[in-house]
């Protein structure tokens, strides 16, 4: 195997110094066209692929950034084992009775948006899910990869967390900032809950279920607060609080199981919402004819549900993107004070509640 070509093999053909090569590759628009193109001339006749590993040990840096995300996808049933076939084609029906929905939408939103602003500030992104026991390992072996680490809140212990700042940054996802010192992400949470329930509330409507989240939710904390600041301004409203666990399925299981109908249905996200949907069609419920839906996320499926659902957009894609910001520019200054960045919302009227 030939000998793998090296940065100083890449600036010698491109009769430059070892400095302008670096500079062409972090950062091209800084060096002069006629510089830069003989450079990267260079890279391509050489097939020259710049060493991360290099880079790192040089700035004391892995340019990783860790992104931890509980284990939600369903694996029941599954035993590890990959299907290999050597091809062939099956004929299946989906009649949609089948397996509900169990992918949480709201985690790809901000994936992608962790993604793109990482790749913006030249860094790798590491994503790691794990479940109950294995949680605290997988947070612990991440950590010793990555230059910072981003957590949705609660879903790591905070002793462990603090462990883990005394070597790099972190950052908290989708929780305000208590008595800790880790930087914060969130959304406006009570106030958009607060906003969308005045809606419904402004149709008339005094009879309300309310579908919760997990108790241990900081969104679903600050929702339900929002929640009860808008019916406590209102008289004559009664509401059952049923707790689910923000998915499709809790949903569909909560609202098949309604016996006395409330005129509206406010759920704590998009999942929960669209759970209700499917059940109301299975019982041939006319929403929001006969009850009225509202969710929270904002996320794509709820443009595309039947009735299309009225909801609270939150900025999914930008959270990840300021989780990102918020290590970098620690990394950059650890001296920092602790921040807590709150993100606008949005009320998204559609079909679901007129």
Known sequence: MAKA???YDVAERARVSIASVSRVLRNPDSVKEQ??????EAVRHLGYVPSANARGLAARRT??????????????????RLVAASGGVT???????????????????????????????????????????????????????VDGLAVLARTVPDELLAHVA???PVVVLAATRGTDEFDHVSVNNAPGMQAITEHVLSTGARRLMYIAGPEDSPDDRERL???????????GVTVELVRGDFSRVRGREIALGIEAMPEAIVCANDQTALGVLDAMGRRSISVPDD?????????AAGRHSTPRLTTVHQPMVELGRAAIQALTARLDDPALDA????????????DSCP
């Open 339 to 350: 921040q807590s960045l709150v993100l606008p919302v949005q009320v998204v009227l559609r």
């Open 91 to 145: 004929v299946v029906r989906d009649d949609a009775t089948g397996d509900p929905e169990t992918h949480n939408y709201y985690f790809d939103e901000v994936l992608r948006g962790a993604e793109i602003e990482a790749w913006r500030r030249g860094f790798a992104l590491m994503v790691a899910a794990g479940r109950g026991a294995s949680r605290e390992a997988i947070v612990n072996d991440i950590a010793g990869r």
């Open 291 to 299: 009850v009225m839906v509202t969710g929270f996320d904002g996320i």
């Open 166 to 168: 005394r070597r790099i």
């Open 225 to 235: 607060e929002g929640f009860r600041a808008a019916v406590d301004r209102v008289d």
């Open 63 to 80: 340019n990783v950034i860790g992104l931890f995300f509980p284990g939600h996808d369903d694996v029941t049933g599954s035993d590890g």
């Open 35 to 40: 510089t830069r193109e003989r450079v990267l």
């Open 5 to 7: 070509p090296t940065v």
